[in-house]
Structure formats: structure tokens, C-alpha cells
């Protein structure tokens, strides 16, 4: 079973807000999936998908307030490089960082604590980070 990182992110409002900011992080416009029930935005970097969900039902676990974030993103390497994976995360969470806009949550698989930022601090802040 592949391994994926997910980036929750707060504020996913507006919408449209989010989706061109990530896009922007991307360096890809994200396309709606109207006929995906699970997934709303995704793109495809030629090597790895990133996967919008505006909404989620995670809830605390391993000391992460998921519930304190809207909206959440997956990286997904299509070789299952997870290297590379992770790197990509990151590229794209910390472009989104620098924007200073969103409480950021950067996960390995939903079950490992990577990284966190907040619009006044940035990214690079460990546990401390909640929105």
C-alpha cells in the first residue's frame, strides 16, 4: 500500500482563493472533478498527482488537530517514490507558506507529523502550529 503526504490547510474559504493559490504552489492549474465524489480539484505534474478535497472528516489523531483545518491536499508520486513524494510536498507546502495566508498541516500518510506553518510565522514551526 502506497504512502501519500497530505497537506491540511485553514482557511479552505473562499474556494476559488484556494484553488488558484494552489495552483500557483503547484506550478499546474488544478481542474474541478465534478464526477469524483471524493476528490473536488486535481492535477497532474507528469510524476505525481495533487489532490484537493475542500472539505474532510478527519478528526485528531497522533496529537493533530485535523478537524481545526477545512480543507486538505495529497501528493501522490506516481512511481511511489517516496523521496521524491515528500519533496514535492514540501516544494508546494512551503510555496503556500509563503504566502502567508493558511494554517498549514504537512503530513506523511495522515499518521506522521512532518511540518506545520501559520500566516504569521511561515512554515517550519514542528508541533507548535494550530490554527
Given at each position: 500500500?502506497?504512502?501519500?503526504?497530505y497537506?491540511?490547510?485553514?482557511?479552505?474559504?473562499?474556494?476559488?482563493?484556494?484553488?488558484?493559490?494552489?495552483?500557483?504552489?503547484?506550478?499546474?492549474q488544478?481542474?474541478?472533478?465534478?464526477?469524483?465524489?471524493?476528490?473536488?480539484?486535481?492535477?497532474?505534474?507528469?510524476?505525481?498527482?495533487?489532490?484537493?478535497?475542500?472539505?474532510?472528516?478527519?478528526e485528531?489523531?497522533?496529537?493533530?488537530?485535523?478537524?481545526?483545518?477545512d480543507?486538505v491536499f495529497?501528493?501522490?508520486?506516481?512511481?511511489?517514490?517516496?523521496?521524491?513524494?515528500?519533496?514535492?510536498?514540501?516544494?508546494?507546502?512551503?510555496r503556500?507558506?509563503?504566502?502567508r495566508?493558511?494554517?498549514?498541516?504537512?503530513?506523511?500518510?495522515?499518521?506522521?507529523?512532518?511540518?506545520?506553518?501559520?500566516?504569521?510565522?511561515?512554515?517550519?514551526?514542528?508541533?507548535?502550529?494550530?490554527?
Amino acid at each position: 500500500m502506497s504512502e501519500y503526504h497530505y497537506v491540511f490547510v485553514h482557511p479552505g474559504t473562499p474556494p476559488d482563493q484556494l484553488v488558484a493559490d494552489l495552483s500557483w504552489a503547484c506550478g499546474v492549474q488544478l481542474r474541478a472533478l465534478d464526477d469524483n465524489p471524493d476528490l473536488d480539484y486535481s492535477a497532474s505534474l507528469g510524476y505525481a498527482a495533487v489532490e484537493l478535497e475542500l472539505e474532510h472528516e478527519y478528526e485528531e489523531d497522533q496529537g493533530m488537530p485535523f478537524e481545526r483545518y477545512d480543507s486538505v491536499f495529497a501528493v501522490r508520486d506516481f512511481d511511489s517514490d517516496i523521496g521524491r513524494q515528500e519533496a514535492t510536498a514540501r516544494r508546494i507546502y512551503e510555496r503556500l507558506a509563503s504566502l502567508r495566508r493558511y494554517h498549514l498541516l504537512l503530513t506523511l500518510d495522515v499518521q506522521e507529523f512532518v511540518d506545520a506553518a501559520t500566516p504569521e510565522q511561515g512554515a517550519g514551526l514542528g508541533r507548535q502550529a494550530t490554527p
